[in-house]
């Protein structure tokens, strides 16, 4: 990778099968959809979305590998090597180098709640393991939600190149964008609902699913171009994503709507809910609005 990550960082949804096992021979054609919509990069298992926690180390490394082999070059792969232990991290970083990836995506451990230092210790110990640029992930939903100042420590670290942060809180987002990202310490990425306030902020992008990323794509592209009337339009997208009668989640929301464009990537895996009929009616007329590619 020559040239740094900006825009729209797009995570491949992590197809099951009917069984709740990882479907392996679908893994190609979620990452053909991934691309249709658009995107910058894309990520292989690291994200909430992506159901990582639910994945054991040996799948991840499955999904890193046909990631990188569907991508193809097209774009670069960033591959999610969180994980609790620092052993498994350090066998996922290995791994992931040995698959080719252009990156590695991290985010903090989770079940026991870590320490400011100890979160700082871990990052250091990828840094030191790998040459590839890290994306610091910092996704409450799934660890501990990481405080700026714990985050500004991680992106002094040598080899941290890019950090996302998950919340919608503006206050901590604009902190961070003037610490970090103008600071030159890091890329700093947000979420879909602030890609383009964070852009006019100067920061990089945001890490988003598909579909989601067909707005966001028009956001970026729009903003890029001076056309900030287009930009704002395609960011009110966001407003009605997921839709109000969905109540399981954006993985289910996005595995949902992956599936009502034509690829089976079944529903979240057990013991987790899939969406309802309502639900799956909602997010057809949200695709319908936003022209989301089939295939």
């Not at 056309?227 to 949902?256: H, I, M, N, W, Y």
Request: hydrophobic fraction near 40%; glycine fraction near 8%; charged fraction near 20%.
């Amino acid at each position: 990778m020559t040239e740094p990550i900006t825009g729209v960082v797009a995570p491949v949804v992590t197809p099951i099968n009917e069984h709740g096992d990882l479907a392996v021979d679908r893994v190609a054609d979620s990452v053909a959809f991934t691309l249709e919509c658009g995107c910058h990069a894309v990520v292989a298992s690291g994200t909430g979305v992506q159901e990582t926690a639910a994945l054991a180390p040996e799948e991840r490394k499955t999904l890193i590998s046909e990631t990188v082999d569907a991508v193809d070059g097209r774009k670069p792969v960033l591959a999610g090597v969180s994980y609790p232990a620092q052993s498994v991290v350090a066998d996922l970083v290995s791994h992931a180098e040995d698959a080719g990836v252009d990156g590695l995506l991290a985010m903090p451990p989770w079940g026991m709640p870590p320490s400011h230092d100890a979160i700082v210790r871990y990052y250091e110990a990828i840094a030191a393991e790998t040459e590839l640029p890290i994306l610091v992930y910092n996704n409450p939903a799934v660890t501990v939600d990481m405080a700026k100042e714990t985050m500004l420590a991680v992106a002094r670290i040598d080899g941290v190149e890019y950090v996302k942060e998950s919340s919608r809180d503006w206050q901590k987002v604009g902190w961070l964008l003037e610490r970090i990202h103008h600071a030159g310490h890091a890329e700093v990425f947000t979420t879909m609902d602030v890609l383009l306030p964070t852009l006019q902020a100067g920061g990089s992008g945001a890490v988003i699913p598909a579909p989601a990323t067909v707005p966001a794509m028009r956001v970026y592209e729009a903003y890029r171009d001076g056309d900030l009337e287009t930009a704002v339009r395609a960011q009110r997208s966001f407003g009605t994503f997921p839709p109000d009668e969905v109540t399981t989640g954006l993985t289910a929301v996005c595995k949902a709507a992956t599936r009502l464009s034509g690829v089976d990537v079944g529903p979240p895996r057990p013991p987790y809910d899939d969406v309802g009929d309502d639900g799956l009616a909602a997010i057809d007329a949200w695709l319908d609005e936003q022209d989301v590619p089939t295939l």
